[in-house]
């Protein structure tokens, strides 16, 4: 069979500088001089770090949303998602310290868990997406709501508390590293690295492109449409599990408000990354930079003390609607 529909479908990178490109990266060093400029320890290794590690946890989530996204789906559960995974995972520790002890043991199996609970659940949306025939949009949101809703029945609608004893060991995931680096920062530049290596030079990120771009194209080219987005969303789950893992030593529990508004800020961080929303093109190295402009401005606000922590929701709003327009106005 012919590759050149397939060929049509994926972008093609033009000659020169892409000012689309270096666009999110302008507005972020943009960022750092007002930051700079406003607070003598914006720039200090201790703000650095803390507003890295913080964004660490939507970083890796807004990875595997870059291919949901390029592929032409979107996921709105990774937030309940994530409470959902927390809230099991501190439910299996727990219930296995009286056997095994509040040891190494008990902690790897809690994170195989979580890790396999993100599988399973990356598996239910992508599998009622492409088998089931229904709307992305319908099946996560529907999702979306079952996560929260069994969270909150683990809880009881409280909050679930990791053991004393595994939260001991568990604590140095976050609050250490290696050179002063903390781990979150170091797994978010190594599932930064690995997902642009995958976007851009694996035959399943050129493959995601494709059905982004046109589905029924990428068919006719004898790529594995259903089997490509599937394992997108099963991508999406395992991120979502790995910031799971680095989120949960950070509180040592979890509550029905765990992961709110988590959907919002890894898609906002997509969008402005460069990643279009109706797919197409992913761009995973243009999401992290989407992820350091929303940490750095929620930063400067508060440095600021401009605006309301309570409106960051709003403000995030905005962006991703101003980030779409930008990219419909580059279009016509």
């Known amino acids: 069979m012919s590759t050149a529909p397939l060929e049509r479908a994926v972008p093609t ?24 400029s406003i607070s003598d320890g914006f720039l200090s290794w201790a703000n650095m770090t803390n507003v890295l590690s913080r964004s660490a946890f939507i970083g890796i989530i ?32 727990n219930a ?12 790897a199996v809690g ?30 949101l529907g999702t979306m709501g079952i996560y929260r809703s069994l969270v909150t029945w683990l809880a009881d609608g409280g909050t679930l508390s990791l053991d004393s004893g595994i939260r001991t060991i568990y604590r140095p995931v976050y609050f250490d ?26 035959s399943f ?7 982004g771009s046109n589905e029924d194209v990428a068919r006719y080219s004898a790529i594995r449409v259903d089997r490509v987005k599937t394992f997108a969303y099963v991508l999406q789950g395992i991120c979502v599990a790995v910031a799971t893992l680095l989120y949960v030593p950070r509180l040592g529990s979890a509550s029905p408000s765990t992961g709110v508004l988590w959907e919002l800020e890894a898609i906002a ?6 990643t279009l929303l109706k797919g197409g093109y992913g ?50």
């Not at 239910?124 to 997406?129: A, S």
């Not at 961080?269 to 460069?274: L, P």
Request: aromatic share 4%.
């Open 205 to 211: 990120g050129r493959h995601v492109s494709a059905i």
């Open 96 to 107: 296995l310290v009286p056997t095994m002890g509040a040891g190494a043991s008990t902690l």
């Open 269 to 274: 961080a997509v969008i402005i990354g460069g």
């Open 177 to 202: 590293g290696i050179l002063g680096v903390p781990w979150p920062i170091i797994a978010f530049a190594l599932v930064a690295i690995a997902g642009q290596i995958v976007m851009s030079m694996t």
């Open 13 to 36: 990178r033009r000659s020169g500088v892409d000012l689309k490109a270096i666009g999110p990266v302008l507005a972020l060093i943009l960022l750092l001089v007002i930051g700079a």
């Open 283 to 332: 761009r995973v190295w243009g999401t992290v930079v989407g992820v350091l402009i929303l940490g750095f401005i929620g930063n400067i606000l508060n440095i600021t003390s401009l605006v309301s922590n309570y409106l960051n929701g709003a403000i995030q709003g905005v962006i991703i609607v101003a980030a779409v327009l930008l990219q419909r106005s580059r279009k016509s």
């Open 62 to 93: 807004a990875v595997g949303a870059t291919f949901v996204i390029a592929s032409g789906g979107i996921d709105l559960s990774v937030g309940s998602m994530a409470a959902f995974v927390a809230g099991s995972m501190i439910l299996i520790m």
């Open 111 to 140: 994170m195989l868990a979580a890790l396999a609970i993100g599988v399973v659940a990356g598996s239910v949306n992508g599998g009622l997406i492409t088998k089931a025939g229904i709307e992305p949009f319908i099946v996560t």
